[in-house]
């Protein structure tokens, strides 16, 4: 399952050295350095302003069905104001003091999930965008865990005689991630590349007897790998072979730069009950699409945009016109191969009633590479999981992409 959002690798350690850091500011100066108590709660349409009277250390968000809300957890802070209230999806607002720090907790009139986070330059002010979301997909927002924002981090500390400031510097980026082998003939057939989601810090789901999604995922990547490469017809690469963590952008991006003909992400649902069951294919929404061009049309550097047309002589009227008749044929393509693998999946593995889905998802948005998001079953099913953490169930799933692979190259070489 693909969650709505992991931080890159380095982010978790970055989070610890910065609460330790502002622990030592705060015996630096006898106090800590934080203690900001609510002042407003500013609740909109789509986004909450929560502003304090000092600077807080952090915050983490979830949701939770059953009555829907979302809890905000804030640390080194203080409850405090009461919300000011706009027409939106929240209907009521909470706050109470936990620990060193409060809880604040949004009833919803409608389901409602945060898709970012951040907080102003002084800590003192934290913005969490809101979207209006199906039960279905907040349902998987519940199953996902929490989002966490942190402050910029700087202190100041006062002297009588003089005052001074530290500065900490942020880990460097990670190098980017190297080009993965190819499996298969070493001609010009297609090039499909497995991406197993999550890896390294970040497990994903976790089934009830403690099998990661994580591990599953390159379980099963690995035996669509040899499945492909058995047949012959096609060429394999994985975006990773062991238990690594990758930023979405990196994965696709890799299978862009190898010049992959299909992208196939392979994930494992989850649901809050355990009933749920079955396999999903997911392609990009219209709404993501729409927003990717917008972002791809408006990039000073536009020579490596699309594959093989250089669009930096081109002003950016056309620029876009050919951003979007592109965006327009890979979600066509993409969404062709999900209907495909939902059809020959039937009879091997259990598949959900309609399976082809639609959603914004970062993994999907190559703007020139037919893409899927492949939920192979549900980790929170007990059947769904003993079957896909066996070789013969992991078997079935390579076989029907195997399967939808073959048709779908067969068909694009014969429209061609």
């Given at each position: 399952?693909?969650l709505?959002?992991?931080p890159?690798?380095?982010?978790?350690?970055?989070?610890?050295?910065?609460?330790?850091?502002?622990?030592?500011?705060?015996?630096?100066?006898g106090?800590?350095?934080?203690?900001g108590?609510i002042r407003a709660?500013?609740?909109?349409?789509?986004r909450?302003?929560?502003?304090?009277?000092?600077r807080?250390?952090?915050?983490?968000?979830?949701?939770?069905a059953g009555?829907?809300?979302?809890?905000?957890?804030?640390?080194?802070?203080?409850?405090?104001?009461?919300?000011?209230?706009n027409?939106?999806?929240v209907?009521a607002?909470?706050?109470?003091?936990?620990?060193?720090?409060?809880?604040?907790v949004f009833?919803?009139?409608?389901?409602?999930?945060?898709t970012?986070?951040?907080?102003?330059?002084?800590?003192?002010?934290?913005?969490?965008e809101?979207?209006t979301?199906?039960?279905a997909?907040?349902?998987?927002?519940?199953?996902?865990?929490r989002l966490s924002f942190?402050p910029?981090?700087?202190?100041?500390?006062a002297?009588?005689r003089?005052?001074?400031s530290?500065?900490?510097?942020?880990?460097?980026?990670?190098?980017?991630?190297?080009?993965?082998?190819?499996y298969?003939?070493?001609?010009?057939?297609?090039?499909?590349v497995i991406?197993?989601?999550?890896?390294?810090?970040?497990?994903?789901?976790?089934?009830?007897?403690?099998?990661q999604?994580?591990e599953?995922?390159?379980?099963?990547?690995?035996?669509?790998r040899?499945?492909?490469?058995?047949s012959?017809?096609?060429?394999?690469?994985?975006?990773?072979?062991?238990?690594?963590?990758l930023?979405h952008?990196?994965?696709?991006?890799?299978?862009?730069?190898l010049?992959?003909?299909?992208?196939i992400?392979v994930?494992?649902?989850?649901?809050l009950?355990t009933?749920?069951?079955g396999?999903?294919?997911?392609?990009?929404?219209?709404?993501?699409?729409d927003?990717?061009?917008?972002?791809?049309?408006?990039?000073?550097?536009?020579s490596?945009?699309?594959?093989?047309?250089?669009?930096?002589?081109t002003?950016r009227?056309?620029?876009?016109?050919?951003?979007?008749?592109?965006?327009?044929?890979?979600?066509n393509?993409?969404?062709k191969f999900a209907?495909?693998?939902?059809r020959?999946?039937q009879?091997l593995?259990?598949?959900?009633?309609?399976?082809?889905?639609?959603a914004s998802?970062?993994?999907?948005k190559?703007?020139d590479?037919?893409?899927?998001?492949?939920?192979?079953?549900?980790?929170?099913?007990?059947?769904?999981?003993?079957?896909?953490n066996t070789?013969?169930?992991?078997?079935r799933?390579?076989?029907s992409?195997d399967?939808a692979?073959?048709?779908h190259?067969?068909?694009?070489?014969a429209?061609?």
């Amino acid at each position: 399952m693909l969650l709505g959002w992991t931080p890159p690798s380095p982010a978790r350690h970055i989070a610890r050295v910065s609460f330790f850091l502002a622990l030592l500011a705060g015996f630096l100066t006898g106090a800590p350095s934080w203690a900001g108590t609510i002042r407003a709660i500013d609740v909109q349409s789509n986004r909450i302003v929560i502003r304090f009277d000092e600077r807080v250390a952090g915050a983490s968000s979830f949701v939770l069905a059953g009555p829907n809300r979302i809890a905000l957890d804030l640390m080194g802070a203080r409850p405090g104001a009461a919300p000011d209230l706009n027409r939106g999806p929240v209907a009521a607002v909470r706050q109470a003091a936990q620990g060193d720090g409060a809880r604040v907790v949004f009833d919803l009139a409608r389901p409602a999930i945060v898709t970012d986070g951040k907080f102003g330059a002084d800590g003192s002010t934290l913005t969490l965008e809101l979207r209006t979301v199906d039960e279905a997909r907040f349902a998987r927002a519940a199953a996902e865990g929490r989002l966490s924002f942190l402050p910029p981090f700087s202190f100041v500390r006062a002297s009588t005689r003089h005052s001074y400031s530290v500065s900490v510097p942020v880990p460097p980026k990670p190098m980017p991630f190297a080009m993965p082998r190819i499996y298969g003939a070493d001609d010009d057939r297609p090039l499909v590349v497995i991406d197993p989601g999550h890896g390294g810090h970040d497990p994903g789901a976790i089934s009830a007897d403690g099998i990661q999604e994580k591990e599953l995922a390159l379980k099963i990547a690995k035996a669509i790998r040899d499945q492909l490469v058995e047949s012959g017809r096609v060429r394999v690469a994985l975006t990773r072979e062991d238990d690594r963590y990758l930023v979405h952008r990196d994965r696709f991006e890799v299978a862009r730069a190898l010049g992959a003909a299909l992208f196939i992400s392979v994930h494992c649902d989850a649901a809050l009950h355990t009933g749920a069951s079955g396999a999903t294919v997911y392609t990009l929404s219209e709404v993501a699409s729409d927003k990717e061009a917008a972002r791809l049309a408006a990039r000073e550097n536009k020579s490596d945009i699309l594959a093989g047309i250089d669009l930096a002589g081109t002003n950016r009227d056309v620029s876009s016109i050919l951003i979007d008749l592109t965006q327009r044929e890979t979600m066509n393509a993409s969404a062709k191969f999900a209907r495909l693998l939902g059809r020959e999946a039937q009879g091997l593995i259990p598949v959900k009633d309609n399976p082809h889905r639609m959603a914004s998802l970062l993994v999907l948005k190559a703007p020139d590479m037919p893409s899927i998001l492949f939920e192979a079953g549900y980790i929170s099913n007990p059947a769904d999981v003993a079957l896909l953490n066996t070789a013969e169930g992991r078997r079935r799933v390579a076989q029907s992409v195997d399967r939808a692979v073959a048709i779908h190259f067969a068909t694009r070489m014969a429209a061609r």
